[in-house]
């Protein structure tokens, strides 16, 4: 993985902090599922599960994603293996397209888009905040009817 994206500009240039504000002032609502964050990611537990949602901004690959994470203070280890045998119904739930995910991420969701250009920043924290809504709702469907 390089450090710099496609228009050869770097990860670091990458201004997180204001993306992460802007989002948790667009949805506060957030704040309280927090299972952690970092400068590339917010955390979205699941505690019924022991599972967690990562939320995450990608700069120098041009997107932005979702993806079951790990977060061993909240109980999410083992993720991708736990829900591999739900895979199939988690996805079919959640109709993405081939595009749409990333090889080696378990479950993903991802969304191509200029991460640098603060004008995408609203739209990019609205749809990882719906993706992950769908997330949560995909699993709580399949999982609850074990």
Same mark, same amino acid.
């Given at each position: 993985m390089s450090e710099f994206d496609f228009g050869g500009r770097r990860a670091s240039e990458f201004r997180h902090r204001g993306f992460w504000a802007l989002f948790a002032e667009r949805h506060p609502q957030e704040r309280a599922t927090l299972a952690r964050r970092g400068p590339w990611f917010w955390q979205r537990g699941l505690p019924d599960f022991a599972l967690v949602l990562s939320m995450y901004v990608a700069p120098a690959q041009? @997107?932005?994603?979702? %993806? %079951?994470? *790990?977060?061993?203070? %909240?109980?999410?280890?083992?993720?991708?293996? *736990?829900?591999? !045998?739900? /895979? !199939?119904?988690?996805?079919? *739930?959640?109709?993405? *397209? !081939?595009? /749409?995910?990333? /090889?080696?991420?378990?479950?993903?969701?991802?969304? @191509?888009? &200029?991460?640098?250009?603060?004008? &995408?920043?609203?739209?990019m924290s609205d749809w990882l905040v719906r993706e992950c809504s769908r997330f949560e709702e995909a699993v709580t469907d399949v999982l609850g009817q074990k």
């Open positions: 041009n @997107h932005v994603g979702v %993806f %079951f994470g *790990r977060n061993e203070k %909240f109980g999410a280890t083992d993720s991708w293996s *736990r829900l591999k !045998p739900f /895979q !199939p119904a988690i996805e079919a *739930r959640l109709k993405l *397209r !081939p595009e /749409q995910s990333s /090889q080696g991420l378990g479950i993903n969701s991802l969304w @191509h888009v &200029n991460c640098y250009a603060e004008d &995408n920043w609203p739209a």
